[in-house]
C-alpha cells in the first residue's frame, strides 16, 4: 500500500494505517496509567503477543516510509480501537473481550473492577 501512494500520480493522495495502543503497552510509553500518543523506537514497547507485535513493526515501517522525501506528510499512524461502523449497520465481533464484556455488562447492570497492574 505504501509503494502504491508513492506511485500514485497525485500528490494528495495517503495511507493510514489502522494500529492499537497494544504497539506500546508493553513499554514505558505511559503516565499515571494513561497512554502517551508517541511512537515507539523499542520493541519492547509492544504487549508481548503477536497481534501487538506485528501492530510495532507495520507502525515502524509507516514512519521510515514517512520519513522519505517523496512520503513525508503522506502516511499515518491511527491507534483507534475498535472498529464496529456506524450505529444502524455496524457490526461488532461479540466473540471478542471487549464486546463480551460490554454486552455482559448490559445483562448483569455492572462492569467488573478489573484492578489490573501493568508489569
Given at each position: 500500500m505504501i509503494d502504491f501512494v508513492r506511485s500514485s500520480p497525485s500528490a494528495s493522495s495517503r495511507f493510514y494505517f489502522c494500529s492499537s495502543i497494544?504497539?506500546?503497552l508493553g513499554g514505558s510509553a505511559s503516565i499515571d496509567g494513561q497512554?502517551?500518543?508517541?511512537p515507539s523506537d523499542d520493541p519492547a514497547a509492544a504487549s508481548p503477543i503477536g497481534y501487538a507485535q506485528s501492530k510495532w513493526v507495520v507502525e515502524k515501517v509507516c514512519r521510515m516510509a514517512d520519513e522519505t522525501a517523496d512520503l513525508h506528510?503522506?502516511?499515518?499512524?491511527?491507534?483507534?480501537?475498535?472498529?464496529?461502523?456506524?450505529?444502524?449497520?455496524?457490526?461488532?465481533?461479540?466473540?471478542e473481550g471487549w464486546p463480551l464484556l460490554i454486552r455482559t455488562s448490559q445483562t448483569t447492570g455492572t462492569l467488573p473492577d478489573l484492578a489490573e497492574v501493568r508489569p
Open positions: 497494544a504497539s506500546v497512554v502517551t500518543e508517541v506528510g503522506r502516511i499515518g499512524i491511527l491507534r483507534i480501537g475498535q472498529l464496529c461502523g456506524d450505529t444502524h449497520a455496524g457490526y461488532w465481533n461479540e466473540k
